[in-house]
């Protein structure tokens, strides 16, 4: 069911306030609020894993076994459209709701590091990053650009294979980051939760952990998602940059009004 822009902008209008009432605000973000940036989701309509199969590009088996297929089925091209990637307005959204104190951490589950690109400081990359690579053999880090030209697999100058420091399926989320996003998530009073399945754990259950702590959730989706009618508070159907445009826009109006 679409939703008319008259519901939007009222549900916009109450979630708008919700914010700006809230001492703690923490959003949970997933592929979806990078579409708009020439990145594709992993599911639904365009998803990547309807095209190659996550099992065999995405676990650390098939990465083990085979690095150079890896490398060059998902690692190469998906390395190349990151680098070039720009932040669209969902991430300067976010961003600037942390400039006017209305936003305190960005969990995401992206690899793509759209959220510092458009400015946002407190950023807990849940599933790492593709920024950098890293040799499995001696460990040293090097950006991804000085390999996505180089024959496959890259390699280190020891001579070691180079891995992405993003977290494929089959490994645990790194401790320091599950630790920080499970605090911040369980102190929220507001969880923005933008373009995620929320399919995926353990990062789904962050919107949960948020939820026991009574945090109000305000969810944006072009669709419905197994949050929808479970645990969001409001549901903002409509793509991301869009809806936080308006949402931001919202905010500083009411700000600027004043109590
Ligand atoms: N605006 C808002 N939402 C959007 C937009 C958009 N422009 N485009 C797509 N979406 C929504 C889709 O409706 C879907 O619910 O974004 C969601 C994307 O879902 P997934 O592709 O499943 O991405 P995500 O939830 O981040 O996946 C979780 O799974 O494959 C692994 O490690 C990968 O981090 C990823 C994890």
Redesign the pocket.
């Known amino acids: 069911m679409t939703q008319g822009s008259k519901m939007v902008e009222s549900i916009i209008r109450q979630a708008a306030k919700k914010i700006i009432g809230a001492n703690n605000v923490v959003a949970l973000t997933?592929?979806?609020?990078s579409?708009?940036s020439g990145i594709p989701?992993?599911?639904?309509?365009g998803?990547l894993?309807a095209k190659i199969d996550?099992v065999e590009v995405?676990h650390i088996d098939a990465f083990l076994e085979n690095p150079a297929k890896v490398w060059r089925l998902l690692i190469r091209d998906m390395g190349r459209l990151l680098v070039s990637a720009a932040p669209n307005d969902?991430h300067h959204g976010l961003a600037e709701l942390e400039k006017v104190g209305c936003m305190a951490t960005v969990i995401t589950?992206?690899?793509d590091g759209l959220h510092q690109a458009a400015g946002s400081r407190r950023v807990i990359e849940f599933?790492g990053t593709f920024a950098t690579v890293s040799c499995l053999q001696c460990h040293l880090q090097q950006p991804i650009k000085n390999c996505l030209t180089a024959d496959m697999p890259p390699r280190c100058d020891c001579g070691g294979v180079l891995r992405p420091d993003c977290?494929f399926f089959g490994e645990m989320i790194p401790t320091a980051a599950f630790h920080a996003a499970q605090a911040v998530a369980a102190a929220c009073d507001v969880m923005l939760v933008?373009?995620?399945?929320?399919?995926?754990e353990p990062?789904a259950h962050m919107s949960v952990m948020a939820k026991q702590n009574r945090a109000v959730i305000i969810e944006?989706?072009?669709?419905s998602?197994p949050l929808s009618d479970s645990i969001s508070d409001y549901m903002i159907k409509?793509?991301?940059?869009e809806?936080m445009r308006q949402l931001t826009a919202a905010v500083d109006q009411m700000r600027a009004a004043g109590p």
Not at 41 to 45: L, T
Not at 238 to 241: D, M
């Open positions: 997933g592929a979806g609020i579409v708009e989701p992993f599911r639904g309509k998803g894993w996550p995405a969902a589950q992206n690899v599933h977290v933008i373009g995620t399945s929320a399919t995926v990062a944006i989706n072009l669709e998602t409509g793509p991301a940059g809806s």
